[in-house]
Nanobody
Framework: HVQLVESGGGSVEAGGSLTLSCVMIGYFYTAACMAWFRQIPGKERDWIAGDAGGGRNAYYAQSVKGRFTISRDAAKRTMSLQMNNFKPEDTGVYYC???????????????WGQGTQVTVS
């Protein structure tokens, strides 16, 4: 059984920074490809960043490239999303997800965190 638990959301001013963390409970961590999705009110849940090969390679959506960075901490079984230079359009619910292979398509993912709200003012 795999469980993802997120933390770190909150309110932040435009231009500010915030870090989200996602801890994986279960045996899957080393082999998993993990990703972050964002859902803006009234819109679909969109992929914004993800890794492959147990964290060896990272990929980003154009909307966050250069501002957001993902990283892994194997000892803590976590994946973090460091977010810098916030824009108002970054407001939304952020979800981490895990899969057996790299994908940018939400329907491919089986394991999801509960979501954490980020509000940019």
């Amino acid at each position: 059984h795999v469980q993802l638990v997120e933390s770190g959301g909150g309110s932040v001013e435009a231009g500010g920074s915030l870090t989200l963390s996602c801890v994986m409970i279960g045996y899957f961590y080393t082999a998993a490809c993990m990703a972050w999705f964002r859902q803006i009110p009234g819109k679909e849940r969109d992929w914004i960043a993800g890794d492959a090969g147990g964290g060896r390679n990272a990929y980003y959506a154009q909307s966050v490239k250069g501002r957001f960075t993902i990283s892994r901490d194997a000892a803590k079984r976590t994946m973090s999303l460091q977010m810098n230079n916030f824009k108002p359009e970054d407001t939304g619910v952020y979800y981490c997800a895990a899969h057996t292979r790299y994908s940018e398509w939400r329907d491919d993912y089986i394991y999801w965190g509960q979501g954490t709200q980020v509000t940019v003012s």
